[in-house]
């Protein structure tokens, strides 16, 4: 079974400002990991994903997230908050042979000028 | 050119009424899916197709049937609709050759806000 959980609800951080969203992920075989974000109104979007090889990933907008497989942690990073990051952040978990992505609750980011 | 197409974007109708949401993908792509995100934003998959054929029912009330009559339409048809039924509905789909790949990015459509009243 694989879960997702996302630490925060809702994150607000002010323009320039470093960007830090958390999720930790339990899987019981090595897990496939992504960051979708969904702005409002909007279907969701990826930012990244880690599937094997570098745990350190890049991704659209300037966002990267590292794999830490000690820690059971996908944590995204933006060195640089921008008011157009405000938005709905999904951490999301799958595995081989599966078919199902399990999505975490989502963080809402707040970007204050 | 929308790679996921959702229709309606919005509808609102009575409960007890039944309803259909259409999905159709340009991707080419093999797998869609369909994904209820509640109002306080947490997302469920419903049920996903590949090659037309049904590979993940979740626990869904019956009154949810999917349809999918070729690879780039998924249609999710709602009987008897209930006040809990209100919600975001996403359709995505993705690459997936052959039986499914995990890593697959899925691509989401625009969502149908459905409103029970």
């Known amino acids: 079974a694989q879960s997702v959980t996302q630490l925060g609800s809702h994150v607000s951080v002010s323009e320039g400002a470093l960007v830090l969203l958390r999720c930790n992920y339990s899987s019981s075989v090595p897990p496939y990991l992504f960051w979708y974000v969904q702005y409002p109104n909007q279907g969701l979007q990826l930012l990244l994903k880690y599937t094997t090889g570098a745990t350190l990933v890049k991704g659209i907008n300037g966002f990267e997230a590292e794999f830490k497989k000690s820690e059971t942690s996908f944590h995204l990073t933006k060195p640089s908050a921008h008011m157009s990051d405000a938005a709905e952040y999904f951490c999301?978990?799958?595995?081989?042979?599966?078919?199902?992505?399990?999505f975490g609750a989502g963080t809402r980011l707040f970007v204050k000028a | 050119d929308t790679a996921v197409s959702q229709t309606p974007k919005y509808l609102v109708t009575q409960m007890g009424n039944d309803k259909s949401i259409k999905c159709e993908q340009n991707l080419g792509h093999d797998t869609m899916y369909w994904y209820k995100q509640d109002s306080k934003k947490f997302l469920k998959i419903m049920f996903s197709?590949?090659?037309?054929?049904?590979?993940i029912n979740e626990t869904v009330p019956n009154r949810f049937s999917p349809k999918s009559p070729d690879k780039a339409h998924l249609n999710l048809h709602i009987n008897s609709l209930e006040l809990g039924d209100s919600a975001v509905y996403f359709c995505?789909?993705?690459?997936?050759?052959?039986?499914?790949?995990?890593?697959?990015?899925?691509?989401f459509g625009p969502g149908t806000r459905l409103t029970v009243l």
């Open positions: 999301a978990v799958s595995a081989a042979g599966g078919f199902k992505t399990i």
């Open positions: 197709y590949n090659n037309k054929e049904l590979i």
């Open positions: 995505a789909s993705s690459l997936s050759g052959g039986r499914g790949s995990s890593t697959d990015t899925q691509y």
